[in-house]
């Protein structure tokens, strides 16, 4: 017999009465806020055609990392699930009875309460997910979805999002954008979509097909890539094409925080080095920390907001790699050091204020001890939510105890969801807000906040700071 599905209003809130009426207020306050999602891995062709989305396991399943790598740990090969397959190659509605025998795996996880959101909030599912019901979900989901209250537009409207950003490479033409800036000039449509500067194919000498991209890179700018001085000035080329584009931040996914303030001499041989394809692991390291400096330079230049996401150890499953490719849920944690780390880069510019730079982890040993205590020093840094792994209740709340007391809230930047899965955005952003109101709350029963400044407060963690922190 299947369960009912219901979301209690109170999930999420605190236990204690007095607190939870609290939080209760606040929550209410914002839970109607717009959407900022100002960082994210959305497709942007999404957007541009329109299109619908297909079915259950093409919008739920198959671009979710966090869904797959489950099934994948229990012994479902992602084969089955349709990852780095065709349409003809699998059989989507199987992928989805998959997912849906093993659903109890989700339990206690944030992909259970993001999908029970969906389920519940976005297709009207009002009983849970099973093998029983596995048929009844897809093909429900799948109807919808042919409708145009589901087209990619209607939902970006419905969940009242203001604006959203995507991530692209420096190499990608940013046509899909175009297309949307577009319609957003003829009046056809009025979302706002942005995009970002993710340059970690033309930054890291150990990516894939490196070589190959630094001539791309040179043959979209016109400059000589395989100069120094030609390859700042590619960058800086394409930052302003991606700023035209609507771009307002940079993003890079680097192994390390590591940061490098090496002379101008130092630099060229080391990029001749990288050209050649002779570095090693320790100068291919050292390269991509200069470049952390000098895209810092960059952004006090041209304004665009740097972004920092270090700390993973990417495609650690080799096989899954070489058979499936990038972002397939093989991504590790690992430590990381940030003091050392970043001393190079502050002793150049941290103390400048037009710059913002935003600093995420995946290694939470390091709030108490080094990021809050930066961010609640440093002029230049703020420090970004709690971050994939720990987007999460308690990942929140670990990072809510653990920064407030040195950083505060005003050098944190708000929420950002960091997605693939559209529909988790506004089920991840109504997380957030209960999450944030809950540790309000608790601050105003202890008589540490007064109720209109969590008023406030609450506003600014769900708005206000995020459109400040990334220029929107």
């Not at 929550?27 to 062709?45: E, F, N, Q």
């Not at 094409?241 to 101008?264: C, E, K, M, Q, V």
């Not at 008023?455 to 600014?460: D, R, V």
């Amino acid at each position: 017999m299947s369960h009912r599905l219901d979301l209690h209003p109170d999930r999420l809130l605190p236990v204690e009465p007095t607190i939870r009426n609290i939080a209760r207020d606040l929550y209410a306050s914002v839970a109607a806020l717009p959407i900022v999602s100002p960082h994210g891995h959305t497709d942007p062709r999404w957007f541009a055609q329109n299109a619908p989305f297909g079915d259950a396991t093409e919008l739920l399943l198959r671009p979710d990392h966090y869904v797959f790598r489950m099934l994948y740990s229990q012994g479902v090969p992602l084969e089955s699930l349709g990852i780095g397959a065709s349409r003809a190659t699998y059989d989507p509605r199987e992928a989805w009875r998959i997912l849906a025998r093993n659903w109890h795996l989700f339990r206690g996880t944030p992909s259970r309460m993001w999908l029970d959101w969906v389920f519940a909030e976005a297709f009207g599912m009002e009983v849970m997910l099973d093998e029983a019901t596995s048929d009844l979900y897809y093909d429900t989901i799948t109807q919808k979805l042919a409708t145009k209250d589901f087209l990619p537009r209607a939902l970006f409207d419905r969940y009242n999002i203001e604006v959203i950003a995507t991530t692209e490479s420096p190499l990608d033409d940013l046509a899909y954008h175009a297309s949307i800036m577009a319609d957003n000039a003829s009046g056809a449509w009025a979302g706002r979509v942005v995009t970002a500067y993710r340059p970690d194919p033309v930054v890291d000498p150990e990516f894939e097909g490196f070589a190959q991209n630094l001539v791309r890179l040179g043959e979209l700018t016109g400059e000589d890539t395989h100069s120094w001085q030609g390859y700042l000035a590619a960058h800086r080329n394409r930052r302003a094409f991606f700023a035209r584009h609507g771009a307002t931040s940079t993003d890079h996914g680097h192994p390390t925080a590591r940061t490098a303030n090496l002379s101008t001499v130092e630099a060229e041989a080391l990029f001749a080095q990288v050209v050649r394809g002779t570095a090693s692991a320790e100068q291919a390291e050292l390269f991509r920390a200069q470049m952390l400096t000098e895209m810092a330079r960059m952004s006090l230049a041209d304004g665009l907001v740097m972004q920092i996401h270090p700390g993973s150890m990417r495609n650690h499953n080799q096989r899954v790699f070489e058979n499936f490719g990038r972002d397939k849920g093989a991504d590790i944690p690992t430590r990381t050091d940030y003091v050392h780390a970043l001393k190079p880069l502050l002793d150049t510019l941290g103390n400048e204020r037009d710059l913002s730079i935003i600093l995420f982890t995946l290694d939470e040993t390091s709030y108490a001890r080094e990021l809050a205590p930066l961010a609640g020093h440093y002029p230049c840094l703020k420090l970004g939510p709690a971050w994939w792994f720990h987007d999460s209740p308690e990942g929140m709340r670990r990072f809510r105890l653990s920064t407030t007391e040195t950083a505060g809230f005003y050098n944190t930047v708000g929420f950002n969801d960091d997605t693939r899965a559209f529909l988790s955005i506004p089920a991840r952003h109504d997380v957030a807000r209960r999450i944030d109101c809950g540790f309000l709350a608790t601050l105003v029963a202890e008589h540490r906040l007064k109720d209109w400044e969590a008023a406030e407060l609450a506003h600014e963690l769900t708005y206000g700071l995020v459109k400040k922190a990334y220029r929107l």
